[in-house]
């Protein structure tokens, strides 16, 4: 573990216990400041945690690790050791009952969609290359640009709409720059026919670190070395109020007890921080607040009598005729997530809005459409099924609606104005993080409070740089020790 200075401070309070949280209260808890990290939820982890049922391990979401920030790297090894793995990459597309590998590989692009598709699909890329849209505002006009008309309408637009429920229309070109950035129809193409020499397109990756029992392994080794080093882990503690005088942030009341502080480090959602501060937040920002939408999910993870029927670790299904989008193979991310050789456990993602028909179904109703959805795509037979588990993830994902920017503007001015309260992580900057870039967040934060670093939380992750080029970069400010080489499987 990093060994802990003779600094101290002042009691810091770490409001949620997801991946930007745990990284706070570590750093915070080895300064020797007096750290108190609150988590809602029984374990540690957020979306990123890893849930155990009758010996399967299944995550909530995938979850490679893969960065370019020296010091989430060096985090990562520190904390998890020979337990870090790195593991092959395999995740393909399912369409029209065909599995195409991705990245693209020229060879079976052609088989799959035969060459007259593909002709189509360049003659449409060269079309919209040859009359680029000159303002890219939505996600459709962003992808069109760049992958052509029919490739959208085929592969980008049934997928979208099942993951974010509304219209490619209504989502922001800001979505697809920060998921898709460095890739096109011609990048692809040049991938597909000349290598991805040096991973230089970054979300064609071709292997990535994972922890041997799940992410939730991670998170709950910081947790450990948080107790380990002086500060406090509290389970089961939801945050009900925050308490400002004299525009800082004096107290939080969490399951009944007010605990007083100097400074916050919170990951909720913006949403929430707004409405647990009730009237001291404006009311222009409370109605910003309100307005920030968010896409819940869940997953039904099902247990099999048979091996995985494909090796990925996860496929993307674009069939419009089955609800579900994504579907994981948690023994191919790691032989540890199953109890024993010659079975399998399978997580149907399922993406929706609290309170509709799939969130408010019943657990052994999700279980049988899951499992018909499988045998419905020809990929398990119904009888191969022999249990199931649902579990429910809300505000999961931040919508990047007409709005969002400007709402997310307003209640950023009012944070600014409190200085003892920083917000970090996917959903306290409600930006599509990775668990790389939330731990970064968390990193400046913490530089900032014990440093006076001044970063600029919001920048991290700003400009589309979910997929980043170039070498890995550090800071001054945190130093940590070097780390031995991960295990390979």
């Known amino acids: 573990m990093l060994k802990p200075t003779t600094l101290t401070s002042d009691r810091v309070l770490v409001l949620g216990g997801g991946p930007a949280g745990v990284t706070a209260g570590y ?11 609150l988590e809602a939820d029984d374990q540690v982890g957020g979306l990123a945690k890893t849930v155990v049922r009758d010996g399967y391990r299944f995550d909530l979401g995938g979850h490679r690790f893969f960065t370019k920030s020296a010091e989430v790297e060096r985090l990562w090894h520190e904390v998890m050791r020979e337990e870090l793995l790195v593991r092959p990459r395999l995740s393909r597309i399912y369409w029209n009952g065909r599995f195409l ?3 693209l590989r020229a060879g079976n692009v052609v088989r799959q969609l035969g060459p007259v598709e593909v002709v189509r699909c360049a003659l449409s890329y060269a079309a919209a290359a040859l009359r ?60 597909a026919l000349l290598g991805n020499g040096g991973n230089r397109i970054k979300s064609l990756i071709e292997e990535f ?3 041997r029992l799940g992410p939730g392994q991670m998170w709950e080794a910081f947790a450990e070395e948080i107790d380990a080093a002086g500060g406090e882990m509290r389970l089961d503690s939801r945050v009900e109020a925050l308490e ?19 400074a916050v480090i919170s990951s909720l959602p913006l949403r929430t921080i707004v409405e647990l501060a009730g009237d ?8 910003a607040a309100a307005g920030l939408r968010y896409r819940d999910f ?13 090796p990925d670790t996860w496929i993307y299904v674009h069939e419009p005729g089955v609800r579900v989008a994504r579907i994981q193979s948690y023994g191919a991310w790691s032989p540890a997530m199953l109890p024993e050789p010659g079975r399998a456990c399978l997580g149907l993602e399922y993406f929706c809005f609290a309170g509709d028909d799939l969130w408010e179904a019943r657990d052994d109703d999700l279980v049988a459409l899951a499992t018909r959805e499988l045998e419905a795509l020809g990929l398990v037979p119904a009888d191969a099924v022999e249990n199931g588990w649902v579990v429910r993830v809300p505000k999961a994902y931040p919508m990047y609606d007409e709005d969002y920017a400007e709402r997310v503007a307003s209640i950023r001015t009012w944070l600014e104005t409190i200085p003892n309260l920083q917000q970090v992580g996917r959903n306290g900057l409600h930006r599509y993080n990775n668990s790389d870039h939330s731990m970064l967040t968390a990193v400046r934060a913490v530089e900032n409070l014990l440093h006076g670093a001044g970063h600029d939380l919001w920048r991290v992750n700003a400009d589309g740089v979910y997929l980043e080029e170039g070498e890995l ?9 070097d780390a031995p080489a991960a295990a390979r499987t």
Do not use: C
């Not at 400002?244 to 100097?262: F, H, K, M, N, Q």
């Not at 001291?280 to 109605?287: K, L, S, W």
């Open 280 to 287: 001291a937040a404006p009311a222009r920002v409370r109605e």
């Open 27 to 37: 750093l915070l808890a080895h300064a020797g400041a007096d750290t108190l990290v």
């Open 473 to 481: 970069e550090e800071q001054p400010y945190l130093r940590l020790p």
């Open 209 to 211: 670190h994972y922890p």
């Open 101 to 103: 590998d991705y990245p």
């Open 132 to 191: 680029p849209v000159r303002e890219e505002r939505t996600f459709e006009e962003w992808v069109t640009k760049r992958f052509g008309r029919r490739l959208f309408e085929l592969f980008f637009r049934s997928y979208t709409e099942k993951v974010w429920g509304v219209p490619t229309s209504e989502i922001r070109a800001e979505w697809a720059a920060q998921r898709i950035r460095g890739l096109s129809f011609g990048s692809a193409v040049r991938a």
């Open 298 to 310: 869940l997953t039904v993870a099902v247990a099999l009598d048979r091996e995985a029927p494909f």
């Open 244 to 262: 400002l005088e004299d525009g800082r942030v004096v107290s939080v009341t969490s399951a009944g007890e007010t605990i007083r502080t100097d």
